[in-house]
């Protein structure tokens, strides 16, 4: 069952493109697996001091570990942040 639901998430990627954890907003961060609220302020907290350069930044994110980046690595990329 879990692995029927991981390749649903990878095939709705495919579909729609990655998450660009540089410009989503905090709902469309929320629609990632195992992010709620919480961790979706912390990654934009994040992208606002430092912008990522790659997605295993990422595991910087108070929240998220090894265990949920395998998870979010092939729905996500790291786009370059637009200067400020």
Same mark, same amino acid.
């Given at each position: 069952?879990? $692995? ?79 200067? $400020?």
């Amino acid at each position: 069952m879990k $692995k029927l639901f991981l390749m649903l998430i990878f095939g709705i990627s495919v579909l729609f493109g990655k998450v660009d954890i540089n410009s989503a907003d905090k709902n469309t961060l929320m629609s990632l697996t195992g992010i709620g609220q919480v961790t979706a302020d912390r990654i934009i907290q994040y992208r606002d001091a430092n912008c990522f350069s790659a997605i295993d930044e990422i595991k910087r994110v108070k929240g998220i570990g090894e265990g949920k980046f395998s998870k979010l690595k092939e729905l996500i990329e790291a786009k370059p942040c637009k200067e $400020k």
